[in-house]
């Protein structure tokens, strides 16, 4: 007969009684509070929703749940100012819809204004969470809706433009009106967003007509280069030449003033020789006579005295070499 070897007591390898429900207890007891504690950040709030129904909101730092999935936690950034990018995508997006697949981004940008031409417009629009329940609950992803909701919006506006409008003088006019109307219409849709801003970015015509459209730019500068240049001139001859004549008005006026002080100067005095005229009119023909060789006399170089009797003063001139008379 063959001997069989010796077999193991498997009896002994079997963990005592009492220690596989501790050690499940313990793992349940771990599991439980692994998945009963968590954290909200500093810009965040915590929705937590009871068998998939909302229950309340936890504030930022350590929170406690109700574990095994009972009560689950979205984080919702309230504090954040968020972005949605069209017709361009920048890395490091912070929004799960922050920009579209770039394949998506010319048609996002391609718009036809109110004159029938076409312009590609890209643009952002910023935004914060203000109520996580309707941001939550009241649309079905509110990431994409918005994105839809502004691109309607954007293409509304855009459309009741012309083209020049769009590319030059109206961009923040049609930034501030789609501001409004998507804040209106997000107000409508309760998704508990408040739109902060919309900038236009990259506004350019077709490429076709890219470089056609770069020359009227330029032309347009020139003409308002020119214009201002002018202005400036204008604004510089204008005041010197109304200065001037200013100045030519008040010496004409002081000319004026100086003139009928003088006249009225000289008939006070007339007036004055009048009255002594009246009195003593020997007397006055003689002070006036005097007076008057008084002031010629200095100004005369040669003087000649005659008596009256005499009836020539030839024998009193000298004649030079021509015959002609010349007073010495």
């Known amino acids: 007969m063959s001997q069989q070897p010796d077999l193991p007591d498997l ?79 920048t890395p490091g997006a912070s929004f799960a819809s922050q920009s579209s697949s770039p394949n998506q981004w010319a048609l996002e940008t391609t718009m036809v204004t109110g004159d029938l031409n076409i312009a590609l417009v890209e643009w952002v629009i910023q935004f914060r969470i203000e109520d996580p329940f309707q941001f939550l609950f009241n649309v079905r992803d509110p990431g994409d809706t918005l994105r839809d909701v502004s691109e309607s919006v954007m293409r509304e506006v855009v459309g009741d433009r012309t083209v020049d409008e769009v590319l030059t003088i109206g961009r923040q006019d049609i930034e501030a009106t789609a501001q409004v109307e998507l804040q209106e219409v997000v107000n409508k849709y309760e998704m508990g967003l408040r ?97 008057a060789f008084n002031e010629v006399l200095p100004r005369m170089k040669t003087k000649l005295i005659v008596d009256e009797a005499s009836t020539s003063v030839l024998p009193l001139l000298q004649l030079d070499a021509n015959g002609k008379g010349e007073l010495p």
């Open 11 to 89: 009896s002994q390898l079997r963990p005592p009684r009492g220690v596989v429900p501790i050690a499940v207890v313990v793992g349940l007891f771990l599991w439980a509070g692994w998945t009963a504690f968590f954290t909200v950040p500093a810009e965040s709030v915590g929705v937590i929703q009871r068998f998939g129904h909302y229950h309340r909101e936890a504030d930022p730092g350590l929170n406690f749940r109700l574990p095994f999935g009972i009560e689950t936690v979205t984080l919702v950034p309230v504090k954040r100012q968020l972005k949605e990018e069209f017709g361009f995508g």
């Open 195 to 291: 739109i902060d801003q919309i900038q236009l970015k990259n506004v350019n015509p077709p490429e076709p007509v890219q470089a056609s459209f770069d020359r009227v730019n330029e032309a347009q500068q020139e003409r308002e280069r020119m214009i201002n240049v002018a202005r400036g001139e204008y604004n510089q001859a204008v005041p010197k030449a109304r200065g001037q004549a200013d100045q030519r008005i008040q010496s004409a006026e002081g000319y004026a003033i100086q003139r009928v002080n003088e006249a009225e100067g000289d008939v006070q005095r007339f007036d004055a020789l009048l009255a002594e005229y009246l009195k003593a009119p020997e007397v006055t023909k003689r002070r006036l006579y005097l007076e």
